[in-house]
């Protein structure tokens, strides 16, 4: 079955992350609101891909979902690979239905759990279901991605720079600071230096 369409992903940063902005993107020649594609007609949250889903989704519950909080319940997650080497997605109804906070914790933290698919346009639950994961702060890991700045690519279209937190941690004291404090606006699948890099951004609270 196809999967509901997705809502946009919320354009505000978890409630972790630092808000200020020191510096701008590395090059940034058009509107940021243009989504990277791999072709120019092409924009990853207005696809709608065939996934692979289960018997849970989606369900009654799904339909009929609760209004009163910004965050887009029936927004879906990458939550893992099935065993067809397909992603399984989930919604953030169905994250905050958990019955122990210790399986909720474990799916906005864990590395394991932070999957993304430029080519699907999907993204973990730390980003997507930003107020569910607010009280919990992604663990980093050196190989995680993060939006580092946009570029052009040889037919002009806008696409995503990534740099993984490895590269980050090594960088002056400094210049860490102005990319951990910078916010790139670009329509894509990776989150902010802040919100993967959270241990050499130092953006979780003590």
């Known amino acids: 079955t196809s999967s ?52 849970e989704i989606p369900t009654s519950s799904d339909t009929d979902l609760p209004t009163n909080s910004p965050e887009q319940l029936n927004a879906r997650f990458y939550l893992k690979n099935g065993e067809d080497g397909e992603p399984v997605t989930k919604s953030c109804f169905w994250l905050q239905q958990r019955p122990d906070n210790i399986r909720t914790k474990k799916i906005c933290t864990k590395r394991w759990y932070q999957k993304f698919s430029e080519a699907k346009g999907l993204r973990p639950a730390s980003l997507v279901c930003f107020e569910t994961c607010a009280d919990y702060c992604v663990w980093e890991y050196p190989k995680a991605v993060y939006l580092h700045g946009v570029r052009e690519d040889e037919e002009g279209n806008e696409v995503p720079i990534t740099k993984t937190c490895q590269w980050l941690s090594k960088r002056p004291e ?6 951990c404090n910078n916010h790139v606006d670009f329509d894509t699948v990776y989150g902010q230096a802040s ?3 959270t241990t050499t951004c130092n953006s979780c609270d003590s």
């Open 4 to 55: 509901p369409t997705q809502s946009p992903v919320p354009t505000s940063s978890p409630t972790k992350a630092p808000t200020s902005s020191l510096t701008k993107s590395p090059v940034t020649t058009s509107s940021p609101t243009k989504a990277p594609s791999v072709s120019p007609s092409t924009s990853y949250f207005t696809e709608n891909p065939t996934l692979k889903t289960n018997t």
């Open 195 to 197: 919100q993967i890099c």
């Open 174 to 179: 400094l210049n860490k600071m102005n990319i």
